[in-house]
Nanobody, 128 residues
């Protein structure tokens, strides 16, 4: 099982980045995928998730309206388009997978323990 996050970098406030989470070794089409992030000295927190069928998405209030999560099952890849970036978005971004074809309700998308597979993160730094 592999999840490879990429696309991070240094960007000025107001700029954009697109993160990719490329996966292998498990049934991607039956997996819900999430993005969590961890800033220095802080707990890892939920950012966005997309259901295994692609019809449901969920976002943290702090990124809603600025971030968009999407998936390409042909490429086993999930994307996180991040616009209007703010210095407080600075963090290491991790993607996680729940391979059990589950659909959650409400804030259950945001529970870190629901995602069984994790990859190494990609650093996003937003300068002011």
């Amino acid at each position: 099982v592999q999840l490879q996050a990429s696309g991070g970098g240094l960007v000025q406030a107001g700029g954009s980045l697109r993160l990719s989470c490329t996966t292998s070794g498990f049934a991607f089409s039956r997996s819900s995928i999430s993005w969590f992030r961890q800033a220095p000295g802080k707990e890892r927190e939920f950012a966005a998730a997309i259901s295994w069928g692609g019809s449901t998405t969920d976002y943290a209030d702090s990124v809603k309206g600025r971030f968009t999560i999407s998936r390409d099952n042909a490429k086993n890849t999930v994307y996180l388009q991040m616009n209007s970036l703010k210095p407080e978005d600075t963090a290491v971004y991790y993607c996680g997978a729940d391979p059990r074809a589950r659909t959650y309700s409400g804030h259950n998308w945001q529970i870190r323990g629901n995602y069984l597979y994790w990859g190494q993160g990609t650093q996003v730094t937003v300068s002011s």
